[in-house]
C-alpha cells in the first residue's frame, strides 16, 4: 500500500513538474532593464532611426525608441502605421492556413483551379506558392500605384512569366496568387478578409491598405531621395505581399496571438520547410525553433524574429536604413539577443 502510495505522490509530482515546464515554455519572461539599455545601445551607435519591440508580461511588448533627428515627421511610433512589406507574408500564410482547417484547399490544391489562364497553372501547387518553389516570377512595377483588387490582380497576371523551374526562388508574385485565391475561396476580397478574421476579432485598429494612407500617418523616410510616390507604387503592386500598414504593436499582436499562439501551425510550416532546399514556409524562414522574416520598401526596412515554443520576440522598424543594414541587425538580434 506504501508503494503504490510512493507512486501515485511520484506521478503527481512528475505532471506537476511537466506543467510547470510546458508553462514556462509557453510563454516568454519580461525582458529585464539591462538588456532593454543593451537594445537601445544597439540603436544609438548603429544610428538607427525607429524602434525595437520585445517581450514584455504576458502578450504586450516593451518599446525601445531612438530618434535620430528631432523631425516629427520622421520618428517611428509603435502606434503609427509602418509598411509591412514583407512581413506581410506571414498574414496571407496565416490565411491560407485557415482555409485549409476548414477542408477548403489543400496544399496540393493546383493553381489551375483558380488561374487557369496562367502558363503551366496544372503544374503549381499552393504548397510551392508557399515555399516560393513555384517558377514564377514577376519584377516589374506600374508607372503609377494600382487602384483597386481587381487592377492588382490584373497586372500581376499581365507581367508574369513562368520558368517552368521548382527550385527556391523568393518572388512577391507567390504571395500575391496567394492573396488572390483567398479572395475567390472566401468569395470577398482579401483585405475584406483579413480585416474579418483577423482584425476585428484580434481588435487591430491600426491597419489599412494603401489606399487608405495618407503620408502624414506614417513616419516619412529620412532618405530624402524616397518619395511618397515610390512607397504607394511599391506597395500597391505587392497585393498580399506588401499592400498593408500597420502599427508595430498590432503587427507585434497578430504575430503574438495567430502565430505564436498557434502551435499546431507553426509546427506544420516547420514540417513543410524542413523538406525545402531553404527552409521557407508560408511567409517566415526556419532555423530550429526560430522564425523570423524581413521586410523592405524604398525607405524603409523591418523584421521580427521569435521562438515559436518559448514565444521571446523581438521586432525592429525602421526609415532609415538600407535593406544589407537590416540583415545585419537581424543577424546581430538573431545571435545577440536571441541566443541563436
Known sequence: MKKLNLFIFLTFCSFGLFFVSTQQQSKASA??????????DYLKSHHINGVILVNDKGSQPVTITNNENANKNQIVKTNRLFPTASLQKIITGTAIYQLKQEKKIT??????KYFPQIDGS????IRELMNHTSGLVNNDRPALPLRGQKQQIAYMLEHMRNDHVHTWDYQDVDYELLAAIISKQSHSTYNAYIHSDFAKPLQLHQIKDFSEVTPKQVPQ????????HQVTVTTSSDFGAGNLFMSPNNYWKFIYNEVLGNSKMTTEFYQQAKKQEVAYFGGVYF?????????????????FIANY?????????????????LKTAS????HNYMGA
Do not use: E
Open 31 to 40: 525582458v529585464d532593464q539591462q538588456t532593454q539599455t543593451q537594445l537601445y
Open 107 to 112: 496544399y496540393d490544391t493546383s493553381l489551375h
Open 122 to 125: 496544372q503544374d503549381i501547387t
Open 221 to 228: 523616410p529620412m532618405d530624402p531621395a524616397i518619395s511618397w
Open 287 to 303: 532555423d530550429g525553433d526560430i522564425i523570423r522574416a524581413n521586410g523592405s520598401i524604398p525607405g524603409y526596412n523591418c523584421c
Open 309 to 325: 515554443k518559448t514565444k521571446k520576440m523581438v521586432m525592429l522598424f525602421s526609415n532609415n536604413i538600407d535593406y544589407l543594414t
Open 331 to 334: 543577424d546581430d538580434l538573431l
